[in-house]
């Protein structure tokens, strides 16, 4: 197959296996969303939602996260990775948000990006996620089955965004994302397929033999 008869066929197969794919990170709202977002950074998203019900319990609202403020904040999501520089992160990106947004989460990547601790990803997660907004973030998952099904090269995150934006139609992004995400959790993992052992691998490339060494985000 041609690329873009590898990215139409993987598009149709994903659509298949997973119609309505679920946000995997518990939230309730955009500003929820967006909190459980940066939390996730180096980290499970089941552990994440362990710890977001108590936050978000105390601090539902932008308002109400900025009053809880960072030593507490830090209390409740100790559990996971960088927590200190979580906890500083979401309790000043709370008052942003209060301050120069009029407690509304930013429509904007620029908006978006600007707020501390808000990358690239985490903003396009918001933006496709909380409205609607057509975006592709590209995570581990969906950087290493990229190479491995022969849709980018791998440089870069960036490059891996702009190749697959180039591949599959914008009104399938949002949920083609979280499609390649759930199919790199569960069959194209990082130990259990080398890129000649899951379905999708073994279907677009079955003479490949060798492992595929992907580059690493």
């Known amino acids: 197959m041609k690329k873009q008869e590898r990215a139409d066929w993987v598009r149709h197969q994903l659509a298949s296996l997973y119609p309505d794919p679920p946000i995997p990170l518990d939230h309730r709202d955009d500003f929820t969303l967006l909190v459980a977002v940066l939390l996730s950074a180096q980290c499970t998203d089941k552990k994440v939602n362990e710890v977001t019900p108590e936050l978000f319990r105390l601090g539902p609202t932008p308002a109400a996260m900025r009053d809880l403020g960072e030593a507490a904040i830090l209390e409740i999501i100790r559990p996971l990775g960088l927590s200190k520089q979580k906890a500083k992160h979401v309790a000043k990106l709370s008052e942003m948000i209060v301050d120069d947004h009029d407690g509304m989460v930013p429509r904007t990547f620029a908006g978006l990006e600007s707020l501390p601790g808000v ?16 975006a592709f973030p590209v995570d581990t998952h969906i950087h290493r089955l990229a190479q491995r099904w022969g849709l980018s090269s791998g440089k870069s995150v960036v490059q891996t965004e702009r190749d697959l934006k180039k591949l599959f139609p914008e009104t399938s992004w949002n949920e083609l994302h979280l499609q390649i995400i759930f199919y790199g959790r ?13 379905g999708i691998c073994t279907e677009l490339y079955p003479r490949r033999v060798k492992p595929v060494v992907w580059n690493k985000p």
């Open 119 to 134: 990358g690239h990803k985490t903003a396009s997660v918001v933006m496709s996620q909380a409205f609607g907004i057509p």
């Open 186 to 198: 569960e069959h194209c993992t990082a130990r259990a397929c080398d890129g000649t052992k899951c």
